[in-house]
């Protein structure tokens, strides 16, 4: 690992004071003066007509300042696509499903607000609903939206190579199901939105978001407001893993209750309300076909996917592509063809999660490891054989640039002692492993880069301005220690500016694990710019060339002579007196194609570069119960260089608990009738400190030719493998295996007591 | 965040004046002891009420003392969960008692709750524990004062969902408990404390609080309880079996007793399975087997909680089988 003054350490973050001590304000906490309370009113049925909204109760009632309804829509819809402009933030005409948006209230405090909904009478024409993607798809099924038959929400078809040909050239070849119910994100933070509509045109509005420049924009076309007078403040977020990136009907709701009632209003869902109607997660069908040669080759592979998305496209597209681009990360798939199908239905919306696609990556690597039992093969040369390698291409077209696959498999069993363990170990334990790629920024247009400004103050100490966006990963201090390393300060010099669209540049968000890959080039390319400024200044003083020159510790110096040393708040005076002031300005756009499109042409370069990871765990099966417990995980991430090697072991280790103890054992939605019965976290069952195992986080350092200081993604690895690890090492432990997402003890119990029937 | 709806409340200091509060109170009140349900619950608009009466001040009912020469246990309805836990009195009389404990909640729970509460819990439904604009969107159901169950839809009555962890293991112990009321008090066996109903879980009248849990020979009797639950901590019981029988040194058990706990709307003990057990060695697979297949006809899980139904019926059997091989190991130790 290169030695650097600044980064490749462990440091606790610039945000951890403020989160320790509870200072840090979230956007519950915000306080505006005059200020009104939000309530929504939500449908109690998944799939009906509205006849009729009266509200005369509520606006009569002493307290209430504003009622919002279908009226208030602006006719608009949202979509983050063009074509998939399908959702009006309020309902209008029909609501698609249980909790959707009906009607709203901004009152003085929250017990008339509630009351306030009391009063307002909808009346519904109630619609044969469905609720399982599968059955919408069928034909006959109830209708969600009239222009999509068979509830088509978005179809992705990709068919690389020769994939009868492939299956024919093969000699083995299996089919299987996997498939998963939908999950819930989880962000502790419950979302809430404040609006300020100003008498002057703008709108001022503090949200929770991965990605506040779109919100803005989004905001600006709806609202029909200019972008400039959009202004999203950054507050803390308490979590966002995928689910914050989009626009939510609170949003709309609160700054339209704000313009009408002409003051700040706050809406603050509940625990039910945030984990309904913001976003959840696609509930999964995977068929798989899986041709391969006799040493473990993949030779072909057919893929269909039926995705459950809720009432609405969300991410679409993007959703229904992620999976299989994460596979395709990951190994070689000379011929291959993907149908993938995102479903509407009448539940919830359905988003992207940074664990999306446990059928799918759980499902094909779990297959992986079937295919590697019936032929012979262990399940680490299997992965090895197929493994993509540095400048080789994906199916669609990608290239890889740095690539550590192939080393964190190995490292992850040497050090997990796999060859050891692996089908040795005593009955009811058990090993597996996962692997993945992932993409680091992909095509968003002009949204996916990303600018930086870094302006100095008269003593020498520089601000960052960037959009980067942090929502508990450690973005912020990443562009820090970025910044500080290449202007040779320390991490308390550097004052941070982020996520404020008032007055930082575009940036796509911390969204497609671009942050320190995009957001933190674009910073470095600042500093670097401030530098070279600096230099020039500095040796007009020092009376030489600016490339003989060197920063350290705030002073500039011959490189040959530290005694030259001057100090930075010199250089920065001297270029203030000489009309020269330092502004650092730096951007960066992942280099990806442009022509590339998720539906219409899903070809060409789709990431600036991919991260790579491994992951081996150990669970302990009760074979009376089925009870699943993991032991043991170890994981290596080629994050292509660690800046905060201690935020980038949090990420696995949070990736452990949510990829995978939560999403590949207990987290799972119960319905009935459209309406979700586990909305809350004591039953919704997400992992506790004390399910957690012994972790042990490690990184492949192959510093990536494009990453800044080489560094690229450092979040998905566990959380997008972790599902077949677990798997995996369920097979090994009892000899079955459970192909339904998640592995609670009742299948496992199920599907032991089948195979001691067909033994029998 | 939801919000505790206003509400009144008494701070009573001892137990003349909780007597006079509780007597003296026209609105329909709550006894608030830790708090740990009763607060959530409030906060979702489960009760009407408008009043609470607080136990916290009546030190006096927050003890825990064993008698070794009677043998008696008794144990103020104030005294906290983890208290118990850390008790000399129950570490020398019932020990079981502290590990059940130990099972509920997270210490920071078991910090502020009671025993009391835990035998007064209310009963759990996954349409009824949620918050009321939730709540709303289902029909209103027989334990709001509807007419429907949106968990069993053709049921009669409420079938919500005993959820309390000690209970079980206290009856299997043949707790006593205190009841006072206006009238004055009176002591009845914990197990007929329960009605079976989940609209309405126990007997307690407007005017009366549950004050002590006796156990008249604490020492008598060997017990154990185990629970299900998908996550190692917080999760209320899915499934629960407490076990109690005869202290003996000779691996056999004497006088058995099983309760089965969170598959039906009260803690349900089960003589079938007991008989089968009794006089048998821990080790009689036969017995064990039998007994199980008693104890899982008695349950009657719907799905209103978490899990599911089949998978915690056979929980009941399983669990029952665990500690039976636990006393096998325990006794080759
Ligand atoms: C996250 C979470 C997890 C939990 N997990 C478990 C679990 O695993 N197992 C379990 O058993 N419980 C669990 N509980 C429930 C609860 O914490 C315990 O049952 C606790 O013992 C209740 O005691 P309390 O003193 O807090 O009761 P309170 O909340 O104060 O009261 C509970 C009920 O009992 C009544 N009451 C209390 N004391 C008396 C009295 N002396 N006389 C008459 N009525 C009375 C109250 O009016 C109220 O109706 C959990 C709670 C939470 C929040
Ligand atoms: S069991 Fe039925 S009646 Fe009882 S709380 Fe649940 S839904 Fe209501």
């Known amino acids: ?760 | 965040m939801l919000k505790l709806p206003p509400f009144a409340i008494l701070r009573p200091r001892n137990r003349d004046e909780l007597k006079s509060a509780m007597t003296g109170s026209e609105d329909e009140f709550k006894i608030l002891a830790g708090g740990t349900d009763l607060i959530n619950n409030l906060k979702k608009r489960l009760y009407f009420t408008t009043s609470l009466i607080s136990l916290k001040r009546v030190e006096e009912l927050n003890y825990i003392i064993y008698d070794q020469n009677s043998d008696q246990l008794k144990i103020g309805a104030l005294a906290h969960l983890t208290e118990l836990t850390e008790s000399p009195a129950i570490m020398n009389s019932a020990p079981a008692i502290a590990a059940a404990v130990k099972t509920i909640a997270a210490p920071p729970i078991r910090n502020r709750a009671t025993i009391g509460g835990n035998l007064c819990l209310d009963t759990r439904c996954y349409y009824y524990n949620q918050s009321k604009s939730w709540r709303q969107l289902a029909p209103t159901c027989y334990k709001c004062g509807g007419g429907v169950c949106n968990a069993a839809p053709g049921a009669k009555k409420c079938q919500a969902v005993f959820s309390a962890d000690l209970p079980p293991l206290l009856i299997a112990l043949e707790a006593e408990i205190t009841i006072t009321g206006s009238a004055g008090s009176r002591t009845i066996l914990l197990a007929d404390f329960y009605t079976g109903s989940g609209g309405r879980p126990n007997i307690l009248q407007k005017d009366e609080y549950l004050s002590e849990i006796t156990l008249n020979q604490a020492r008598k009797r060997t017990s154990l309880y185990r629970k299900f639950r998908l996550r190692k901590a917080l999760d209320f019981p899915l499934a629960g079996v407490a076990l109690s029988f005869d202290k003996n040194s000779s691996g056999k058990f004497i006088n058995p007793k099983v309760v089965i706990n969170a598959v039906a709307s009260g803690p349900l003990s089960v003589p079938e399975a007991a008989e089968k057990l009794n006089g048998k060695e821990f080790s009689d697979q036969a017995a064990i087997q039998t007994a199980a297949a008693a104890a899982m006809a008695a349950a009657r899980p719907i799905a209103n909680v978490g899990s599911k139904p089949f998978y915690r019926k056979k929980m009941i059997g399983l669990l029952l089988k665990k500690m039976a091989a636990e006393l096998v190991a325990g006794q080759e130790a």
């Not at chain 1, 969600?144 to 299956?167: A, M, S, T, Y």
Request: proline share 4%.
């Open chain 1, 1 to 760: 690992m290169k030695d650097y003054k600044i980064l490749g350490k462990s440091v606790a973050r610039i945000d951890t004071p403020l989160k320790a001590t509870g200072d840090a304000l979230f956007t519950a906490d915000i306080k505006l003066p005059r200020m009104l309370v939000g309530k929504v009113l939500h449908s109690p049925h998944a799939h009906a007509i509205i006849k009729n909204i009266d509200i005369s109760k509520a606006e009569k009632l002493p307290g209430v300042r504003a009622v919002v309804t279908r009226e208030d829509s602006f006719d608009v819809r949202w979509g983050v696509f063009k074509y998939t402009q399908d959702h009006q933030l309020i309902a209008v005409d029909k609501v698609r499903f249980v909790g959707e948006e009906v009607a709203a209230v901004a009152a003085e405090d929250e017990e008339t607000a509630i009351k306030a909904l009391d009063l307002i009478e909808v009346e519904y024409e109630i619609l044969p609903a469905v609720f399982e993607a599968d059955e919408a798809m069928a034909d006959g099924a109830p209708l969600i939206h009239e222009d999509h038959p068979n509830n088509v929400n978005i179809h992705v078809n990709i068919d690389v190579g020769d994939v009868e040909k492939g299956f024919a050239d093969s000699d083995y070849v299996r089919e299987d199901r996997f498939s998963s119910s939908g999950e819930t994100y989880g962000m502790l933070e419950p979302y809430t939105v404040i609006a300020d509509y100003k008498a002057a045109g703008a709108l001022e509005i503090f949200v929770p978001t991965a990605s506040p420049h779109t919100k803005a924009k989004a905001l600006s076309n709806l609202l029909k407001i200019p972008l400039n007078k959009v202004i999203v403040r950054r507050s803390n977020v308490g979590g966002a893993l995928g689910g914050r990136s989009d626009i939510f009907p609170l949003d709309f709701i609160t700054a339209t209750l704000s313009r009408k009632a002409k003051r700040p209003v706050k809406a603050s869902y509940t625990r039910e309300e945030s984990m309904t109607c913001t976003r959840q997660v696609h509930d999964m069908i995977v068929d798989v076909k899986t041709g391969v040669s006799k040493t473990g080759e993949i030779l072909a592979q057919d893929i269909k996917v039926i995705m459950g998305g809720g009432g609405y496209s969300s991410t679409g597209p993007i959703a229904a592509s992620v999976p299989f681009l994460v596979w395709e990360e990951t190994y070689r798939l000379p011929n291959v063809r993907l149908n993938s199908y995102r479903v509407y239905t009448n539940k919830p919306i359905r988003g992207m999660y940074r664990c999306h696609g446990r059928a799918f990556l759980g499902g094909l690597g779990m297959q992986l490891d079937m295919i590697a039992h019936e032929l012979g093969i262990d399940p680490v040369a299997i992965r090895l054989k197929n493994a993509l390698q540095a400048g080789e291409f994906q199916a669609t077209g990608s290239k890889i640039f740095g690539c550590g696959l192939s080393e964190a498999i190995k490292n992850a069993a040497e050090k997990s002692k796999w060859a050891k363990k692996r089908g040795k170990m005593a009955p009811g334990k058990g090993i597996g492993m996962g692997a993945n790629g992932m993409m680091c920024g992909f095509p968003m247009g002009i949204r996916g880069g990303s600018s930086a400004i870094i302006k100095f103050n008269e003593d020498g100490y520089p601000t960052i301005l960037t959009g980067v966006v942090d929502n508990g990963q450690g973005n912020y201090h990443a562009m820090v220690q970025i910044c500080a390393e290449v202007l040779g300060l320390n991490i308390p010099d550097i004052h941070l500016v982020a996520a404020d669209t008032e007055v930082t540049t575009l940036d796509m968000g911390a969204y497609s694990q671009a942050a320190v890959f995009v957001g933190g080039n674009a910073v470095k390319n600042a500093a670097e710019d401030a530098r070279q400024q600096i230099f020039e200044i500095a040796a007009k003083i020092l009376d030489c060339n600016a490339d003989e020159l060197a920063i350290e510790e705030g002073k500039i110096f011959r490189k040959n002579d530290k005694n030259s040393a001057i100090g930075l708040h010199k250089v920065i005076r001297k270029g203030l007196i000489d009309n020269t002031p330092v502004i650092g300005r730096g951007s960066y756009m992942p280099e990806v194609s442009r022509t590339r499109e998720w539906v219409s042409n899903p070809k060409g370069q789709q990431a600036g570069t991919f991260s790579f990871g491994a992951n081996v765990v150990e669970v302990d099966v009760d074979m009376d119960t089925g009870e699943v417990s993991v032991t043991k995980a170890t994981g290596f991430h080629d994050c292509g260089f660690p800046i905060n090697l201690k935020a980038v072991e949090g990420q696995y280790e949070g990736s452990i608990a949510s990829g995978g103890l939560g999403s590949s054992l207990m987290e799972e939605h119960l319905w009935k009738n459209g309406r979700m019965l586990n909305p809350d976290f004591l039953e919704y069952k997400m992992p506790l400190a004390v399910d957690m195992p012994e972790i042990s986080a490690n990184v492949v350092i192959t510093d990536d030719p494009k990453g800044p200081f080489g560094a690229k993604e450092a979040g998905l690895f566990g959380s997008m493998n972790s599902f077949q690890a677990i798997g995996n090492a369920v097979f090994d432990a009892t000899g079955v295996w459970v192909k339904e997402f998640p592995i609670t003890p009742d299948k496992v119990l199920k599907a032991l007591a089948e195979k001691e029937k067909t033994v029998k």
